[in-house]
């Protein structure tokens, strides 16, 4: 029977992963060192089913067990590096990101956004982080920035599936908030690989975050529509900063430059 406190409980619950909240904590802090679990939470008395993965996780545990500790930073950016390299194709990087638990976002959002289009594309573009829509359909720039970035596409004639397009971090942070830039380092050997797999002719980064963690420069509306190298791991490349189609939909004068560099682009392809 569904009394009206469990269910205010399970509203509660349903806020709470809305908003990104992970892990269940008490008012006071927990000795998890020695496992002195004076202030546990009760265990819960309601279904947990409405709300996010991370949670159920959290709300799921036993009382007296004790969670993994989160490995320290570099430990997860080692981790991510050896993952990574272990990847000989595409479907086996998915796979291996999918179990890969050294990455926080991974707890708060609901799946993993990996890639979307064609990866024999000789074009590839990647973002920052997929935000909410992504986050639901688990594919990337599916939003309002995803159909701003169809319509610049169409405008050079070309549709989704002649591209191949990913992000740097390819889980949802909480809120739609940046990604730390521990978070962009723990995920960055998984989109290195990515595009060492993918082995496109052109990488466009979007926005800022993507040109920065990629082509290690900063100041995107001086860099933008600027050809750079990019090392895959096999070969040179040529990379391009574009301006990110959310700052477009800000600042719709801007999109006079994202069409040059959309033009440069495509003569890029020949
Ligand atoms: N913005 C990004 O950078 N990536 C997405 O997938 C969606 C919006």
Known sequence: MITERSKAARE???FYAEAGVDSAVGEQ???WLTGNRANAPAPAEISTSTASPAVRRASASTPTAMPAPPPTPDAAVMAARDAARGASSLEELRAILDRFEGCGLKGSASRLVFADGNPQSRLMFVGE???AEEDKQGLPFVGRSGQLLNR?????????TQVYIAN???WRPPGNRTPTPVETQICLPFIQRQ???ANPDILVTIGQPSTGALLGIQGIMKNRGRWLAYQTGTREIRAMPILHPAYLLRSPIAKRLAWRDFLAIKKALG
């Open 12 to 14: 509660l619950l349903a």
């Open 29 to 31: 802090a927990n000795d």
């Open 129 to 131: 982080a997929p935000g």
């Open 152 to 160: 610049m596409l169409a405008a050079i004639g070309l549709d989704r």
């Open 168 to 170: 740097i971090v390819p």
């Open 195 to 197: 595009i060492e797999l």
